[in-house]
């Protein structure tokens, strides 16, 4: 059985892609899906970040059972990290996606005060 964890903009399968493009279940790699539905613009910094944040996130949890609740938890965390690089103006809105629905929250405009 394939454990997964599926967030709003995280995905993370219990398995990795094969040859031929299909996931193979496995419970010794986990394969990370970032913002499957480009709801933001991403830099290759922002990016790694991310993927880094993944890696501490597993090495902090290695030793214990490979469940549905650890792959939540760390989905879970990316997403309130990829809030904060929202918040940080690491990424941004991708406003030519598919659906614009803010659901990080809304998005922050300039103005005169802080130009």
């Known amino acids: 059985m394939l454990l997964k964890s599926t ?8 398995g990795e892609i094969d040859s031929d493009g299909e996931l193979v279940p496995s419970s010794q ?8 539905d480009n709801e ?3 830099n290759e910094d922002a990016l ?6 993944f890696n501490e996130l597993v090495e902090a949890s290695s030793g214990a059972d490979l469940t ?9 965390d990316l997403e309130h990290f990829m809030r904060s690089l929202l918040q940080l103006g690491e990424i941004s809105y ?3 996606a598919r659906v614009t629905n803010y659901s990080m929250g809304l998005p922050r405009l300039a103005t005169e005060s802080s130009q």
């Open 7 to 14: 967030t709003r903009h995280i995905r993370i399968f219990a």
């Open 29 to 36: 790699v986990l394969t990370l899906d970032i913002d499957p």
């Open 40 to 42: 933001f613009i991403w």
């Open 48 to 53: 790694q970040k991310l993927r880094d944040k």
């Open 68 to 76: 549905d609740y650890n792959l939540r938890r760390i989905g879970s």
């Open 94 to 96: 991708n406003l030519n």
